[in-house]
T-cell receptor
Framework: AQTVTQSQPEMSVQEAETVTLSCTYDTSESDYYLFWYKQPPSRQMILVIRQEAYKQQNATENRFSVNFQKAAKSFSLKISDSQLGDAAMYFCAYRRSSDYKLSFGAGTTVTVRA | DTGVSQDPRHKITKRGQNVTFRCDPISEHNRLYWYRQTLGQGPEFLTYFQNEAQLEKSRLLSDRFSAERPKGSFSTLEIQRTEQGDSAMYLC?????????FGEGSWLTVV
């Protein structure tokens, strides 16, 4: 079974600063996808960024970037130039390439201080 | 709005009653998923459909739970004889390729 671990229940960041969220996962697969989802309070879950395991290059989406370390099974999310609208619960998720269901971590609550 | 739509958004029910949630996926999406999320936790997979076929069910989906997707369009998730432990948010999602889009969820409170 695949497990996803987010060891930081909460993180706080000053507006315009950078914050990094940690995620580790356990799998015996070689081909899979990793995701970061954002879930604002009472709002729907939104995909932030996606990484294919076969790609060595780290994915980047505007102010969001990942550090994917396949051998270490680590997938951290960096939010640069944090904005008030970044405040949300962030979930790391894993999916085998041969499957369609996502396995989620427990989430990290990000608070942005003005 | 062409996103994933769920109804009702909130439901309060007495223990032992049946409840049904509906999900309308993004129109061209052939895969539809149900997840359950409790407060402070990540979503847990319940089941998924490819078109009208239910291809996988989690062990979390007890025999009190049933999901359908007639004609491969909308889906319903019914919970019979609700228990307090069923209180959670039930998330629906849909996909055409590897990008999965979520609805806003249906909150269930069993009192």
């Amino acid at each position: 079974a695949q497990t996803v671990t987010q060891s930081q229940p909460e993180m706080s960041v000053q507006e315009a600063e950078t914050v990094t969220l940690s995620c580790t996962y356990d799998t015996s697969e070689s081909d899979y996808y990793l995701f970061w989802y954002k879930q604002p309070p009472s709002r729907q879950m939104i995909l932030v960024i996606r990484q294919e395991a076969y790609k060595q290059q780290n994915a980047t989406e505007n102010r969001f970037s990942v550090n994917f370390q396949k051998a270490a099974k680590s997938f951290s999310l960096k939010i640069s130039d944090s904005q008030l609208g970044d405040a949300a619960m962030y979930f790391c998720a894993y999916r085998r390439s041969s499957d369609y269901k996502l396995s989620f971590g427990a989430g990290t609550t990000v608070t942005v201080r003005a | 709005d062409t996103g994933v739509s769920q109804d009702p958004r909130h439901k309060i029910t007495k223990r032992g009653q049946n409840v049904t949630f509906r999900c309308d996926p993004i129109s061209e999406h052939n895969r539809l998923y149900w997840y359950r999320q409790t407060l402070g936790q990540g979503p847990e997979f319940l089941t998924y459909f490819q078109n009208e076929a239910q291809l996988e069910k989690s062990r979390l989906l007890s025999d009190r739970f049933s999901a359908e997707r007639p004609k491969g369009s909308f889906s319903t998730l019914e919970i019979q004889r609700t228990e307090q432990g069923d209180s959670a948010m039930y998330l629906c999602a849909s996909s055409l390729n590897s990008y999965i889009y979520f609805g806003e969820g249906s909150w269930l409170t069993v009192v």
